[in-house]
């Protein structure tokens, strides 16, 4: 019983195949699928299947004759396939980069750019500006001439005290950093 219901089963589900084995694989077909044909017809369908089977395996044959020869007119020309594959890259890229949307993306990203760099030239602008702003200022002019003062004090004047540290080193009078004058802030600054 378990036969005959698997055997049901297989008539009903049938798996199709592609290519040439689809119609041997299916084997005859039932008698109820079969039409009616007169052995004349039959046995015509049987040549022609015959005859396109034959056609199938040459196809094939030349098919495999020629792959063979393309390998070995490529292999006499040096071409190998990391070589083919660089070509197929290069063409592919070169298609990539002529296509409308890869024109497009590029033209945007260039006015991106420019836009960016004058933005960031804007920006800086107004920084140096601001920067002079600041620099005019009294406030800013008397602490640079604080500043400048305290650099003239603290670089040595040609001659050094013989005085030594304890470390070894050369000392400085530190006197002069301590006791600057007043009146510096009414004195003009010094022009490079």
């Keep these: 019983m378990e ?12 798996q199709p195949e592609v290519g040439e084995d689809a ?16 052995p004349e017809e ?22 495999t004759a020629k792959e063979k020869e393309l ?22 890229w070169q298609e990539v980069t002529t296509s409308n949307a890869y ?7 260039s006015l991106a750019g420019l836009k960016a760099s004058a933005a960031l030239s804007t920006v800086g602008s107004a920084i140096s500006r601001k920067l002079e702003d ?4 009294p406030t800013f002019r008397s602490f640079e001439e604080k500043v400048g003062t ?4 603290m670089s040595p004047s040609g001659t050094l005290s013989n005085h030594d540290n304890q470390d070894g080193s050369a000392g400085l009078d530190p006197e002069p950093l ?3 004058p007043n009146e510096l802030p009414n004195q003009e600054p010094p022009t490079h």
């Design 3 to 14: 036969i005959a219901d698997k055997g049901q089963q297989m008539l009903s589900d049938p």
């Design 42 to 63: 039959q046995e015509a369908l049987q040549g022609e299947l015959a005859k396109v089977e034959d056609e199938i395996l040459t196809l094939s044959q030349v098919l």
């Design 178 to 180: 301590f006791s600057q």
């Design 134 to 137: 600041v620099k005019n200022k």
């Design 71 to 92: 390998a070995e007119i490529k292999k006499k020309l040096g071409i190998t396939p990391l070589n083919e594959l660089k070509q197929n890259f290069s063409r592919s």
């Design 23 to 38: 119609v041997s694989s299916m084997g005859p077909a039932p008698p109820a699928l079969v039409p009616s044909l007169s």
């Design 150 to 153: 305290l650099k003239t004090k």
């Design 103 to 109: 024109r497009r993306t590029s033209e945007s990203f």
